[in-house]
């Protein structure tokens, strides 16, 4: 098991996949490593669900962490292409938080799922000793849709277009440039841009307005291991090559810089609000248009072919073997202690 971060591929091969329960005839979609969703089949309908962490961070005011939060528990449902419905959530709060901080926490989430249509249908909330943030429960989405309408993480196909919304680091960039501003050393406008990615770290707009668009095959967030991750993840799962001409990949503003302040490659480094899709080659343009239209930044940056593997401008690329987000995280908070 890696010290920090998601399981490996290793670890999850060797102790969670052989022991997952009983085996159902209604299980469409079982557990795989660096697959973002589950499907159940529901009579003439499929349940896609996931389960994550609810994840908040103080610092970066309850507001902004409550929005944060509740996008990460919608975003494994979104790449299904079937819109998140429901919610269920447990909070496992620590003993420091008030009333009025929880308040704001579930009243951001409130709104942001009224505005999304998905409804709170179950939970538990509490107060516990020995709770800290910011893994502070945990929440399964679930999104009820026709079957037609899904998008499977293994359906990638040689031929295929692949598209990438908002480019790499997006969420280490936004992260790290609003918790440690006081330590970074980056002109103003700089670190506006960089700050600006924050309420980037949603990839659920970019999956559903995608889905909708055009024949997409397959979907995937990009978030621990970043943009190299996330297209192995891709590539393994459809049995397929992927080759990508590096300098198609939109950067945002901001991102460079703040990935060289703590020395990270922002290609490896975690992007959550990054959406990699494939699509096929006939439909690229209209998903693209689409894309576009709603101002989400996006580029056809390569193509899918036999074989297996990632390739940057025709040069393999390995996958990650961890992510450099969560030591630079603590090199900034030893940092940020040592000038307060």
């Given at each position: 098991m890696t010290d920090l971060g998601k399981v490996d591929r290793a670890f999850f091969d060797e102790h969670i996949y052989p022991h997952l329960g009983a085996d159902r005839e209604d299980v469409r979609l079982a557990p795989q490593h660096g697959v973002d969703f589950g499907v159940i089949d529901a009579g003439e309908h499929v349940l896609a669900l996931a389960t994550d962490p609810v994840f908040v961070m103080p610092s970066l005011g309850f507001d902004r962490a409550a929005w944060f939060a509740f996008h990460i528990l919608m975003s494994d449902v979104a790449v299904s292409g079937i819109p998140p419905s429901h919610l269920s959530i447990d909070l496992n709060l620590p003993p420091e938080i008030t009333d009025e901080q929880f308040a704001t926490v579930w009243?951001?989430?409130?709104?942001?799922?009224?505005?999304?249509?998905?409804?709170?249908?179950?939970?538990?909330?509490?107060?516990?000793?020995?709770?800290?943030?910011?893994?502070?429960?945990?929440?399964?989405?679930?999104?009820?849709?026709?079957?037609?309408d899904l998008v499977r993480p293994d359906g990638a196909q040689a031929g295929d277009a692949v598209i990438v919304t908002k480019g790499p680091a997006i969420e280490a960039t936004g992260l790290l440039s609003i918790q440690f501003e006081e330590i970074l050393d980056l002109d103003s406008e700089t670190m506006a841009a960089a700050k600006e990615r924050f309420y980037d770290m949603s990839p659920v707009e970019d999956a559903l307005v995608a889905a909708a668009a055009g024949p997409v095959t397959a979907m995937h967030d990009a978030t621990e291991g970043g943009v190299y991750g996330g297209l192995h993840e891709v590539a393994r799962a459809g049995g397929v090559r992927i080759d990508v001409e590096r300098e198609a990949v939109p950067v945002m503003d901001g991102v460079e810089a703040t990935c060289a302040a703590f020395d990270i490659d922002p290609w490896i480094s975690i992007s959550e609000g990054t959406l990699l899709l494939t699509v096929e080659s006939n439909g690229a343009g209209d998903v693209l248009s689409a894309l576009r239209s709603e101002d989400i930044p996006a580029a056809v940056v390569g193509e899918a072919s036999e074989g297996e593997g990632v390739y940057f401008n025709g040069e393999p690329v390995e996958r990650p073997e961890h992510d450099p987000f969560w030591g630079a995280f603590e090199e900034g908070m030893v940092r940020l202690e040592g000038e307060q």
């Open positions: 009243e951001t989430m409130h709104e942001e799922a009224t505005e999304l249509g998905v409804s709170v249908v179950t939970g538990h909330t509490g107060r516990y000793a020995g709770c800290n943030y910011p893994m502070v429960g945990g929440g399964t989405t679930l999104a009820v849709g026709d079957p037609a």
